[in-house]
């Protein structure tokens, strides 16, 4: 089997989280296994129910039900610490070809994790597992450990326009 | 039903096809019906399978077996003339959800279509279908009709290192 390599996917634009999908789907059809933990997330996304359609895959949230407005709550951290150790279990485990590690740069933003935790998980990587990290604001460290880093830049977006979030498009 | 908008993948970076099929498979995941059509690709990729796993999509492809390198051939412009009818037919059956126009932007860099007639396409839109074109290059005119884009942009690519497209992470 080939190598595996380190994929980010980061920048202010619409794509990152989907674009993890698209490569899961993907592996998927082509008969990989795959996990995916959300770091922050917690709401209910239709693409969670990709589980109903694949065996191959394993999906896991370590956030609450809405997003980070200001302060992370106590439960924000407890909720990353419990994401930084299924996502160790997942590498360890050396069963996943590809694993994904939703909105882990936001995580780190937010400082419900460091960039030592997120370096030291990156090394545990296996040797054939693709590694795909998402969310905004990628550190240079991340980025430098990358073998393949996309910045999804907004040139244009709806929200601007008042658009909301909708089922199946966004969520 | 809320009303669609139209959305722009583009830039030189990896993620804009597999964005689209993140956004196929969320949709597909919310019960919604979706058509995917692939300019200029006509090879066998992993993510063709999904029509075996959900029954609301549809995937054509409209392109010769390998990528165009110099000039288009006579059959890459009867494959994008056959694509831009098989479109125009899913905009106006008005019975998808999400339509997906897979690259076409690079058959409009390769003239395989024109820009006139990719904004003819992009006005029979219904209202509530919710439009994807993807592909590098695109003008500012596609740009200018969208109601999303995003450019996808190479930071650090691993082709660099010599890393061929691998089966299930590329195709």
């Known amino acids: ?100 590690l939703d909105e882990i740069n936001i995580a780190l933003f937010f400082g419900l994790v460091t960039l030592e935790e997120v370096l030291d998980l990156i090394k545990l990587k296996p040797e054939k597992t693709e590694l795909i990290l998402t969310g905004r604001y990628a550190p240079k460290e991340i980025i430098e450990c990358a073998d393949l880093v996309t910045e999804m830049k907004e040139v244009k977006h709806y929200y601007t326009k008042g658009v909301m979030a909708r089922k199946g498009i966004e969520y």
């Open 1 to 100: 089997m080939d190598k595996g390599y380190i994929h980010v996917y980061t920048g202010n634009g619409k794509g990152k989280t989907t674009a993890a999908f698209g490569l899961a789907l993907r592996a998927l059809c082509a008969g990989k296994k795959v996990f995916i933990g959300q770091f922050v997330k917690g709401m209910e996304y239709s693409e969670l129910k990709i589980v109903d359609y694949f065996k191959n895959v394993e999906i896991h949230q370590f956030g609450r039900g809405c997003f980070i407005r200001n302060q992370p709550s106590k439960e924000d951290y407890e909720a990353a610490r419990l994401g930084l150790g299924k996502s160790k279990e997942a590498m360890l485990s050396n069963q996943y070809d590809v694993i994904v």
